[in-house]
């Protein structure tokens, strides 16, 4: 079995920035894609990002694109969600998952992802 914690969460100011972290454990992190979902109040599970196993490839969901980045670090078994420029309506659980396919693309749906994340509270302030 995997392993997912996520840390980093808070409350921010409009305009902030935070870093998300989830480290993982369990498998070979390094050969799976990894993505950010994320849940606002009485909203469905939204993808945010992914990036491919080796860290090449990465896909954006358009509203946080040129704001969020997302990176890894395989050596610790660690990815990443810089978010800068925050907006009220960044605010949401942030979960971190593990993708199905050895050494596949950044996919998009839940149904591709095996293993997630307790999630992480996302607040920004007006």
Request: charged content about 20%.
């Amino acid at each position: 079995q995997v392993q997912l914690v996520e840390s980093g969460g808070g409350l921010v100011q409009a305009g902030g920035s935070l870093r998300l972290s989830c480290a993982a454990s369990g498998r070979t992190f390094s050969d799976y894609a990894m993505g950010w979902f994320r849940q606002a109040p009485g909203k469905e599970r939204e993808f945010v990002v992914g990036i491919t196993w080796h860290g090449v490839r990465t896909n954006y969901a358009d509203s946080v694109k040129g704001r969020f980045t997302i990176s890894r670090d395989n050596a610790k078994n660690t990815v990443y969600l810089q978010m800068n420029s925050l907006k009220p309506e960044d605010t949401a659980v942030y979960y971190c998952a593990s993708a199905n396919l050895l050494r596949g693309p950044p996919v998009t749906r839940k149904d591709e992802y095996a293993y997630w994340g307790q999630g992480t509270q996302v607040t920004v302030s007006s």
